[in-house]
């Protein structure tokens, strides 16, 4: 397992140790968030077995994997990073996903539920609901089952959506991975409970507090690099039910009469593509999308298909294990 | 009013800055069932333009379902995210939501009203730098109003904002509010708040909480979001001596030993003199370590990896202070407790203390007494049961390094946790006690220390960090 070379590091600390020295007495938002998070990771490291990152390769898991490398420099990741691969994801994001682990020189732990996708388990043929329990839940559960690891990080944000603003900072899951929102932890001061018994494992947020806006402030200000697909370019689009839809290969059946159109577009959250709705945008730079975020009249989880399974949908996901 | 400036009229750059360099408030919000605390947390949402046209939607269909208000849209079911506060209309569990304005951004802590879920409050109180307590200007203050109050005063927050909401339903009455007002202050007045800042408000209209209302023009003062944009944030903190709990001992090769932490109060910089507590071994600071290179000081609510000049013992659990002013270090604590779990406590109980980084195990030995929830008065128990709250004496089965939760609150609370179920059984907080049993057993290093030390340095011993 390695973190980030030590060498890089020691280059840019020159041109960063101006930047720090010039932040006042007062800190920022950006500053206490970043620092909250970087606490939570350290004690998770300190006080459980064998804790995993969960790596969506998405912005929150960029900001969150950013977050892990200031929190344990100089020394290295003290931790392996996972992703859960349903195999629908855009080609963009695994091609970002395996150029990010060369750089960094992470320790990557791929994982797809084998037995799903023997089954030919896709979002089209499937459902979307199917889909995300065989593909990822069911997935999620087997890999941290097989890696016998008793602590996940998540990117989850509490302004995501409803339940998860209700969800602690750290989550106690059963033997079976599930969340009882009725059995939470009180979680006062800066203080974490991380006991468990055995069997049971922890969902840890260091993100909870974070907004949307604040992810795309912190990645301009650091300079965090994030998967092309955030930015706007014309990319081949289909319309259904209101959402744009990209056709990322040919797994995609057009319905009769129907013929991409190259649109531009953005997206806000990234997921499988079939299920991950794109934004017509032409914002193309960071400062143009956090413009976008602050005059934004739709939340950014109106782009992902599997949170419209019904009333509460987030809520029964995750107490079956859903992350 | 502008909640935020479009970019293009400002320009990318001052925007950025703006938004990248502005501060954050925690502030916590209670009331009892009905006095339009979730309606309140929604109207804040709802008119700094957080809402999002797909949530109205789904609020719209939701409002239909279980919504309160008739026809009208329930903001409140914003703010209700589980479905069985939704089925029953009322809030279970503490809830985190985030807004911000051009000036600063906002992480409210929306509490549940009903009296069994206390901790939940104690949760939200303890990292709140303000708490807007509701009253219902029909009802006036009723017993949870006071619950709260104290819960509030208890937990250390200092500024208050009174919103005496629903005044639309009695004529914006002067006389009502400031009736209100002055039952609050006379009830207050020994709960040590050094701002009570009350604002007649329509949560439900939107009067007075982001906008200003127009109906009470014998009113002068700011909107209630006004008054959260420009209250001071974390100057207790600031100002307390240097404190930093180790966490993790970063030891990436044989040439660097950094100590890992989050500054729970002060200040410190390259140079200065501290303690390790609780061996109570001295050292210099030489290097203070973060990603982005050395910093030249660093303050409360940081994150820092500090090293020392001396190659002296220190691992997670161990405290980092400023040399002036000595934590106090003792396997005796007397303790206020917010008793969470549903089992009983009872006199002999063993639990697990978490105090900073350092988990020990810690006998209850006396249930001293419990305290009246609504006065605030002493009462004796034998026992205590769900939601109590009450002083006790620990004993631990180590000294740790403490200051009085008064002085700070990072390095005065902690949580006991059964050690059974695994679950988190209470909130402590330290009390200030200069009578305070002495140590039984203390560590050589301190002893050593402290032989050498003159009259004020045994005061300060005795005191702690106070």
Known sequence: MSGAPLTTQAATTQAATT??????????????????????????????????????????????????????????????????????????????????????????????????????????????????????????????????????????????????????????????????????????????????????SLRVFPLSNWTELDVWLYIEQERIPIVPLYFAKPRPVV??????????????????????????????????????????????????????TLAARTSERQGRVIDKDGAGAMERKKQEGYF | MTIHQSPEAFGYDAFLSAHQNKEVLRFITCGSVDDGKS????????????IFDDQVTALQRDSRKHGTQGAEIDLALLVDGLQAEREQGITIDVAYRFFSTDKR?????????????????????????????????????????????????????????????????????????????AAFKDFAAPLGFTEIRAIPLSAKNGDNVVLPGTAAPWYTGTPLLQYLETVPVRVEEQAAPFRMAVQWVNRPNSDFRGFAGLIASGRVAPGDAVIVEPSGRTSTIARIVTADGDLPHAVEGQSVTLVLADEIDASRGSVIVTADAPMRVTDSLEARLFWAAETEL???????????????????????????????????????????????????????AVDAYAANRDTGGF????????????????????????????????????????????????????
Not at chain 1, 80 to 94: G, S, V, Y
Request: hydrophobic share 40%; no cysteine; glycine share 6%.
């Open chain 2, 346 to 400: 009872l006199p002999g109980a063993t639990l697990l203390a978490k105090i900073g980084t350092v988990t020990v195990n810690a006998v209850v030995t006396t249930i001293r007494t419990r305290i009246d929830p609504e006065t605030g008065n002493p009462e004796p128990a034998a026992r205590l049961t769900a939601n109590d709250i009450a002083d006790v004496t620990l004993t631990l089965d180590r000294a740790v």
């Open chain 2, 39 to 50: 309606t309140l947390i929604g109207r804040l949402l709802h008119d700094t333009k957080q």
């Open chain 1, 19 to 200: 930047q720090a020295a010039s932040r006042s007495a007062r800190l920022t938002h950006l500053q206490r968030l970043e620092a909250e998070s970087i606490h939570i990771m350290r004690e998770t490291v300190a006080e459980t077995e064998n804790p995993v990152m969960l790596y969506s390769i998405g912005k929150d898991s960029s900001v969150l994997l950013h977050l892990a490398l200031k929190a344990f420099a100089p020394g290295r990741l003290p931790f392996p990073l996972m992703h859960i691969d349903t195999t629908w994801k855009f080609k963009e994001m695994i091609a970002f996903r395996d150029q990010r682990a060369k750089e960094l020189g992470l320790d990557l732990i791929v994982h797809t539920n084998q037995d799903g996708l023997a089954r030919g388990i896709g979002p089209v043929s499937h459902g979307s609901e199917v889909h995300t329990d065989v593909m990822k839940t069911q997935a999620l559960r087997q890999a941290l089952d097989k890696h016998r690891f008793d602590a996940a990080f998540g990117g989850a944000r509490r302004d995501e959506e409803a339940s998860r603003a209700k969800e602690r900072i750290v989550s106690l899951r059963t033997a079976q991975h599930r969340w009882d929102p009725k059995r939470q932890r009180a979680e006062p001061w800066h203080l974490y409970n991380m006991r468990k018994k055995r069997g049971e």
């Open chain 2, 105 to 181: 951004s906002f992480i409210v802590a929306d509490t549940p009203g009903h009296e069994q879920y206390t901790r939940n409050m104690a949760t939200g109180a303890s990292t709140a730098d303000v708490a807007v307590i509701l009253v219902d200007a029909r009802q006036g203050l009723t017993r949870q109003t006071r619950r709260h109050a104290l819960l509030v005063s208890l937990l250390g927050i200092k500024r208050v904002a009174l919103a005496v909401n629903k005044m639309d339903l009695v004529g914006w009455s002067q006389t009502r509010f400031e009736e209100l007002l």
């Open chain 1, 239 to 292: 319309e259904r039910e209101g959402q744009l839809i990209m056709v990322d290969d040919d797994r995609l059946p057009l319905n009769p009469g129907e013929t991409p159109k190259d649109v531009s577009v953005r997206f806000r959250t990234l997921g499988d593509y079939p299920l991950t709705g794109a934004v017509e945008s032409s914002a193309a730079t960071l400062p143009e999308i956090i413009g976008e």
């Open chain 2, 415 to 466: 949580i006991l946790i059964d050690r059974e179920t695994t679950d988190t059984a209470a909130l402590g907080l330290i009390q200030a006690d200069a009578a305070a049993a002495p140590v039984k057993e203390e560590p050589a290093a301190v002893r050593e220390k402290r032989s050498g030390g003159g009259f004020l340095s045994k005061l300060r011993w005795v005191f702690g960090g106070i």
